[in-house]
Nanobody, 124 residues
Framework: QVQLVESGGGLVQPGGSLRLTCAASGFTIKNYHMAWFRQAPGKEREFVAGSDWIGTHKYYGDSVKGRFTISRDNAKNLVALQMNSLKPEDTAVYYC?????????????????WGQGTRVTVSS
């Protein structure tokens, strides 16, 4: 059974940092494109960051470029998102996702498997 479990969310002050982790089970991530999305209340799910299967090609949503970094450890079946210089507008539920087929990697509808999400709140 494919399962993705996010952790690491919480409350942080503006300018602070958080590291989110996505642990995969039931399959190996090494052959798949992985990504992070987020969804704020009343808004559509937004692409945050993505990585190809080996981690050499990474790309980011415009709103997080230069502040967030996606990484993956295929041996440990983990994907992480390091978030620095957090802003109140980064407040959202963050989801880990896996793309097993074809589709635009920055589009939520292309992804086949999702975690349950972890909540990030940036507030003073």
């Amino acid at each position: 059974q494919v399962q993705l479990v996010e952790s690491g969310g919480g409350l942080v002050q503006p300018g602070g940092s958080l590291r989110l982790t996505c642990a995969a089970s039931g399959f190996t991530i090494k052959n798949y494109h992985m990504a992070w999305f987020r969804q704020a209340p009343g808004k559509e799910r937004e692409f945050v960051a993505g990585s190809d299967w080996i981690g050499t090609h990474k790309y980011y949503g415009d709103s997080v470029k230069g502040r967030f970094t996606i990484s993956r450890d295929n041996a440990k079946n983990l994907v992480a998102l390091q978030m620095n210089s957090l802003k109140p507008e980064d407040t959202a539920v963050y989801y880990c996702a896996l793309l097993s087929g074809v589709g635009h990697p920055m589009t939520a509808s292309a992804y086949d498997y999702w975690g349950q999400g972890t909540r990030v709140t940036v507030s003073s």
